[in-house]
């Protein structure tokens, strides 16, 4: 695998990850005492992968700050009541009257992420170029957990545009050893190689003249 490369977050990234991870914080206090925080993350997963992704005018009616609060919230009810856990239902409420539901992926990423802390695993995303076999999924796994010390949960995606290998994702940091992968990191070395060596050959000519 070459060395990672980490992500430069901005301002704005910044404010969203803050947000998140503090009503994702609450939102798993409150589960933890009802015994639930299992079936809640995951419906909050499902409703941002399986809902919102799916579904990008529902997406774009409940993130509108324009829409009045009880408005949105009747439209929750509507939309989610007897379907959502109600803790799950009650938080979204409480987004909604704060404004924040244009943050709920951010709140869903920091919630996965705490839950899988509090279990002691971190969760690894992988992309490969063809689906993995069981047997080949049940070795990365082992592999991954013996490098990061921790239980994995993976999700692994199919991108038939790398050129085989696998790119892995730990949080904002990735290791990519795909053959596109490896063809960025020779070209990096052969360019850091080619810089010293002109800078070792400009040296030695001003110390000769």
Do not use: C
């Amino acid at each position: 695998m070459s060395e990672p490369t980490n992500k430069i977050p901005t301002v704005f990234d910044s404010e969203e990850q803050h947000v998140g991870e503090v009503y994702a914080k609450a939102l798993l206090n409150v589960a933890a005492k009802e015994g639930m925080v299992d079936e809640v993350v995951d419906q909050l997963e499902s409703l941002v992968q399986d809902v919102l992704n799916s579904n990008p005018k529902l997406d774009l009616v409940i993130s509108n700050p324009k829409m009045p609060v009880e408005a949105k919230i009747a439209m929750l009810d509507r939309v989610f009541k007897g379907k959502l856990h109600g803790t799950l239902l009650t938080f979204l409420k409480v987004l909604a009257r704060r404004q924040r539901l244009h943050s709920l992926r951010a709140v869903q990423t920091s919630a996965s992420n705490l839950r899988d802390e509090w279990a002691g695993r971190i969760q690894v995303a992988v992309t490969v170029s063809s689906p993995l076999s069981a047997e080949s999924e049940a070795a990365l796994i082992k592999s991954l957990k013996s490098v990061f010390k921790k239980e994995i949960r993976l999700q692994t995606k199919v991108d038939p545009s790398i050129l085989g290998g696998l790119v892995v994702r730990v949080g904002d940091t990735v290791y990519d050893s795909s053959v596109d992968g490896q063809l960025a990191s020779l070209r990096k070395s052969v360019a850091q190689r080619a810089e010293g060596a002109l800078r070792s050959a400009t040296k030695a000519l001003i110390q000769a003249t």
